[in-house]
């Protein structure tokens, strides 16, 4: 099993920052992507950023220019800077990382979410 932990979320200003990190613990695994989703009230679920192993990056259309996605694979952890943040950005942020587990029986991929962190900013 592997567990995502995520910190980082708050209240901010319009304009203003935040950096979320999200940490992968677990036994015998490895992690191809990483991404992070968000969710406001009353949408669904939207990818907001992903990151393969080897740095390569996605972004939603809403967010390119304004968030970047990195990520330490010695640390297995995730990273989302936010800047320029708008009110339109306000949702919670969920950690994802589809992993390799390794068993007993052999290899399995699995895909892990985090439990959220809260992103408000304030007009």
């Known amino acids: 099993q592997v567990q995502l932990v995520e910190s980082g979320g708050g209240l901010v200003q319009a304009g203003g920052s935040l950096r979320l990190s999200c940490a992968a613990s677990g036994s015998s695994f490895s992690i191809n992507a990483m991404g992070w989703f968000r969710q406001a009230p009353g949408k669904q679920r939207e990818l907001v950023a992903t990151i393969t192993s080897g740095g390569s990056t996605n972004y939603a259309d809403s967010v390119k220019g304004r968030f970047t996605i990195s990520r330490d694979n010695a640390k297995n952890t995730v990273y989302l800077q936010m800047n320029s943040l708008k009110p339109e950005d306000t949702a919670v942020y969920y950690c994802?990382?589809?992993?390799?587990?390794?068993?007993?029986?052999?290899?399995?991929?699995?895909?892990?979410w985090g439990q959220g962190t809260q992103v408000t900013v304030s007009s």
């Open positions: 994802n990382a589809d992993c390799i587990i390794n068993t007993t029986w052999g290899q399995t991929r699995q895909t892990y």
